[in-house]
């Protein structure tokens, strides 16, 4: 087992248990009778980046000099990716009688968790990828870091709402992209 395939299966773990309490909520965010747009919109947002992030994560099999403080940093992420999942679907999503209220009582939580995972992330970028993707990768999660900061800033659900069907078209667009770009996708 090399060092990347342990580290891998820490995280893989949290991933795993965020995902989980995604599909645990699915048939409860969606009921025609319970729906809300803007909880809707960031259930898949997040969805969306959890899988992206889970695909992206494979950059960092070309990191050779592993130390504690870099696996402290990734763990922080995908704990910080978790605690968006417990947020945004809750384990008695069952119970919740209004998602419209329940996203008004997080959203600020939500917003404060994706602003630092993206902090983290560029951190992660710059730390620990190799030369030829590290400034790219750094200034994209520097970048992503601007619409929760936004988010966290305005009163305008409309604002917030554009930010949230942003964040998902851009999150699911990436994934696609990527799928294509290594063949994930086979396109004829």
Known sequence: MTIFEYITASFTILLGLAFARLLHA???????????????????MTTFLLIFMWWVKWNFSSVQDWTYIKYFILLVDFGLMFMMCDAIAPSNSESISSWSEHIQK???????????KFII?????????????KLLFGI??????????IALLTK?????????VFLAILFFSMGLIGAI??????VQ
């Open 181 to 186: 770009l290594t063949g994930g996708i086979v």
């Open 121 to 133: 992330t560029a951190i992660e970028n710059i730390y620990m990828l190799q030369q030829d993707k």
């Open 140 to 149: 994209g999660a520097i970048l992503l870091c601007l619409p929760p900061a």
């Open 106 to 116: 997080v959203k600020n939580l939500f917003f404060i968790l994706l602003f630092l």
């Open 26 to 44: 699915i048939p409860y965010v969606f009921t025609k009778h319970n729906r809300d747009f803007l909880h809707a919109t960031l259930f898949l």
């Open 156 to 164: 305008s659900q409309k604002i917030i709402k554009i930010i949230s």
